[in-house]
């Protein structure tokens, strides 16, 4: 169940969000807490479906998803750094999630946000995006920052 956690100590977490994934990108993922007005009839439980990159109308593939992670943390922390350096603009952050080959096989994203402070002298506006950046948990995990942990289970 995802919740905000009680236990005040620095190692507990603030919020968990439980999310599974059914089928890779020809099925779906199932928010555990999702909004109410997307929710399963009483269940509280959002279903979106997935699908391959390419394939518009099929369903979301995992560069939107890191695209709407990174974006949205980013946007919020911007918008905290902002506050406190009392800047009053209207921020915007955008996301763009390349997938190319890996030469050593496979695949890779190539993230890059643009982050928008309209009136604001360049220098200033560069300083105030790498603060940001520096502070936002999703770009610290894209950055090597973080950590990514990978358990297994044999039993569904």
């Not at 979301?60 to 922390?77: D, I, K, V």
């Not at 105030?128 to 610290?140: K, T, Y």
Request: proline residues 9%; negative net charge.
């Amino acid at each position: 169940m995802s919740s905000a956690s009680a236990d005040p100590s620095p190692a507990a977490p603030l919020y968990t969000a439980r999310v599974d994934n059914l089928r890779g990108t020809s099925g779906h993922v199932r928010i555990h807490d999702g909004p109410a007005a997307l929710a399963t009839e009483g269940t509280g439980e959002v279903s979106l479906p997935t699908g391959p990159p390419r394939a518009p109308g099929e369903g979301l593939n995992p560069e939107q998803f890191l695209a709407m992670a990174w974006s949205t943390c980013l946007g919020e922390t911007l918008r905290v750094v902002l506050r406190e350096q009392g800047e009053t603009v209207e921020s915007r952050v955008s996301v763009e999630v390349e997938l190319h080959r890996d030469p050593a096989g496979g695949y890779r994203f190539h993230p890059r946000a643009l982050l928008h402070l309209p009136g604001i002298e360049a220098p200033r506006a560069q300083e105030l995006a790498a603060a940001a950046h520096a502070r936002c948990p999703v770009s610290r995990l894209l950055t090597g920052q973080g950590s990514a942990q990978l358990e297994v289970r044999t039993t569904m």
